[in-house]
């Protein structure tokens, strides 16, 4: 078989696959149930980052500073070192905030282990979005950074 006759069964066939592709015709392949945003279920690993953040919200509500301090890492925990409790909560902002929605977690590109999760909170009469980076380490999620 010449190169010509090669070449001309290989645009054939990629001309017949096109086609077929484009009238609608099914393969044999097994179909594969749409995902969408709406159909997909976060992993556990997921659910728990926005917990947390569910979990931080509801400890700044009740001013529960040993709470805060489980949820909280890096420099978002560094604020409360050395501090009381009330001299914490005093001069914390996330205190006088009110929570609108609590997004989804999503997967922090760089690390599978990181979180993001956008959170819409009014502050001072208007309503803003904040995204939250939270961490999961052994001992749990920590939300480390806004």
Known sequence: MSTVDRRSRAWVLGLA?????ACGVESHATPQPE???????PSPAQE????????????????DCDAI???LGGS??????????ADFLAAEPLRTVEVTHIGEA???????RSFFVTVSLIEAGRERPVILRINH??????VVSM
């Open 17 to 21: 696959l096109a086609t077929a592709a």
């Open 76 to 85: 978002l925990r560094a604020r409360m070192d050395g501090k009381a409790c």
């Open 48 to 63: 728990a980052a926005r917990q947390a953040v569910v979990a931080l919200f509801d400890a700044f509500a009740a001013s």
């Open 69 to 71: 301090a489980g949820l």
């Open 106 to 112: 999503r997967v922090d590109g760089r690390d599978p």
């Open 137 to 142: 380490h052994d001992d749990g999620p920590r």
């Open 35 to 41: 995902v969408t945003a709406a159909t997909a279920r």
